[in-house]
């Protein structure tokens, strides 16, 4: 039992530490215009696949609401 409890609370704190490093949408929009390029978004490491999902209003663009939504 100690042992599921400890493997439960490392696997817990990793994945809490997994999220608090994302980049935030404003640490992704570089040139600060306040959209997330395809350029923006794939230099922060997301894939052109995710952006293009992301992107549901089909803009070419990320708004923070859309970009919120890899949360």
């Known amino acids: ?5 400890t493997l439960a ?3 817990s704190f990793c994945a809490a ?8 949408f404003e640490m992704v929009d570089a040139d ?3 959209a997330v390029s395809v350029e923006e ?6 894939s052109e696949e995710v952006f293009t999902k992301l ?3 089909k803009s070419g663009t ?3 609401e859309e970009f919120s939504a890899v949360k």
């Open 62 to 64: 990320l708004s923070i």
């Open 17 to 24: 530490n997994a999220f608090a490093n994302a980049p935030t």
């Open 32 to 34: 600060k215009d306040g």
């Open 41 to 46: 978004a794939m230099a922060a490491g997301m």
């Open 1 to 5: 039992m100690y042992k599921t409890i």
């Open 9 to 11: 609370m490392v696997l």
């Open 55 to 57: 992107d549901v209003d």
